[in-house]
């Protein structure tokens, strides 16, 4: 519930709108990078430059910073899963029960984010503690330790059942169960969906770590990393188990890794700290740079060979891709011929501002043309019209997921009609009704409103109108 609790916040403090709920996710990414940076302090202590570029590495990092901005539990949970690996790594350096709290506080966060899948992504890490505080100057009484971790897991799972407990009594018993068991064990031990084979993580994990594979001097670096250094055992205990377990869960997600990514970024930093020779960093920032500018220069031919060809209507040549594209490749051009930055954290963090304006010019040139077909809100005001009209009012459609009730403001739930049959049943029963159906395929004099929606189009028609056209409707 988490989630909703914040954006009930927000919407106490400053009203009902749809601007501040989009802004937990990145809010969250933020701290997660804050986060990441710390970790990296406590692990390599003596090498600084490792804490000031992991959180640039993190930040430009494709897969990180496209969820970041999407409203889900994951960036919460990842969030609550880097407080409380920051929380063992220093309860391992202070023996302090503060820690311990901290501990229990992030996973009933974690708990309250996404369910118990945080304990998946934090107990391997916290038992695997003698493995990588091995050859470590640290001296810990293991008894000592395993019971506080039971005790940081009871102090999360309390924090938890503090909600769950009276929900599931108000709730009954279907939503106790989907609380309690549903979402977690039915992924464990028959997949109910997102069945995938079990390389299909691994698969995808170059994917997840663009564009930095195209550093030549992180592979260099990765390569002489090694388990004596027992910041990337940590790394290493963090992530493996926790992939690996990812990979025999039958439903699978490629956002399920999200909490993993920094593991990655910091293994990341650690290799480019090997790689002190600014000559290669260079080398590779301009290949980096020069493929941002061929995606961006091929993105503007598209729209504009498309405005030709018209092989996808709904995308445009505009003034302002034209614009935004320009200036990325002129800002390419002027970091690649002006005097070389003789530092990895600038290039890196040149890189990182690429990361991030390229898609977003990306996202422009697609919104531009087709933020109507996104847009709710005059469906939903129709629909909200009939409704405090009282004239009957229903959705013919196989699945719906609210869309219209935030935008429309409705104080009602929409009558869904899931089959031909209910929906002929329901038109005869209201013949001064109104439906809303998918209406790509309808003639356009059947409607007495329509609206562009994803990749089709909605449209309104009165109950009679149907009745008399019924073999119209697919």
């Keep these: 519930p988490l989630l909703f609790w914040l ?42 430059q490792i804490s000031q570029i992991a959180p640039l590495i993190l930040l430009g990092t494709s897969f990180w910073l496209l ?14 899963v880097l407080l409380a690996i920051f929380s063992v790594l220093k309860l391992s350096q202070t023996n302090s029960w503060h820690f311990v709290l901290l501990f229990g506080f992030a996973i009933g966060g974690g708990v309250l984010s996404k369910g118990p899948a945080v304990l998946l992504h934090v107990l391997p890490i916290a038992l695997l503690a003698p493995w990588w505080l091995k050859n470590t100057s640290i001296t810990i009484c293991w008894s000592e330790w395993y019971l506080k971790l039971l005790a940081a897991v009871f102090i999360g799972a309390s924090l938890a059942l503090v909600w769950a407990i009276p929900a599931g009594i108000s709730g009954g018993e279907e939503y106790r169960n989907a609380i309690f068991l549903g979402q977690t064990s039915g992924r464990l031990v028959e997949s109910f969906a997102h069945k995938l084979p079990i390389w299909w993580y691994l698969e995808c994990l170059p994917l997840l770590l663009l564009p930095w594979l195209f550093f030549k001097p992180l592979w260099q670096g990765a390569k ?41 970024a910091l293994l990341l930093a650690r290799a480019a700290d090997e790689i002190s020779d600014i000559t290669s960093w260079q080398k590779a920032h301009s290949i980096v740079l020069i493929i941002f500018s061929v995606i961006v220069l091929a993105a503007n031919l598209f729209l504009m060979l498309n405005g030709k060809t018209h092989w996808l209507p709904t995308l445009n040549f505009t003034l302002l891709s034209g ?8 800002a390419t051009l002027l970091s690649l011929y002006l005097p070389p930055t003789q530092t990895i954290k600038n290039l890196l963090f040149q890189t990182t501002a690429f990361s991030i304006i390229v898609p977003i010019f990306l996202a422009s040139c697609y919104l531009e043309n087709n933020a109507v077909r996104f847009d709710t809100k005059p469906v939903a005001q129709k629909i909200a019209q009939f409704q405090t009209q009282n004239q009957p009012i229903a959705f013919y459609t196989g699945k719906y997921h609210a869309q219209f009730q935030f935008t429309g403001r409705l104080t009602q739930p929409l009558t869904l009609l899931e089959s031909r049959e209910i929906l002929h049943t329901w038109a005869q029963a209201h013949k001064d009704g109104v439906i809303l159906l998918d209406s790509e ?28 056209h019924f073999t119209y409707i697919p």
């Design 224 to 264: 002489k990393l090694n388990l004596n250094d027992n910041g990337v055992r940590f790394c290493l205990a963090w992530a493996l188990p926790v992939f690996i377990a990812f990979s025999l869960v039958s439903g699978k997600r490629i956002h399920y890794l999200l909490p993993l990514i920094p593991a990655f």
């Design 323 to 330: 614009i935004f594209g320009l200036l990325i490749i002129v």
């Design 7 to 48: 954006m009930q916040l927000s919407w106490w403090i400053f009203g009902v709108n749809d601007i501040t709920p989009r802004l937990i996710s990145p809010l969250f990414a933020l701290g997660s990078t804050l986060l990441s940076s710390c970790v990296a302090r406590e692990l390599w202590r003596d090498r600084p």
């Design 67 to 80: 969820f970041s901005t999407v409203t889900m539990f994951d960036m919460l949970l990842a969030f609550f």
């Design 441 to 468: 395929k309808l003639p356009d004099n059947f409607l007495f409103y329509s609206h562009p929606y994803r990749a089709g189009e909605l449209g309104f028609i009165e109950a009679k109108t149907l009745l008399e």
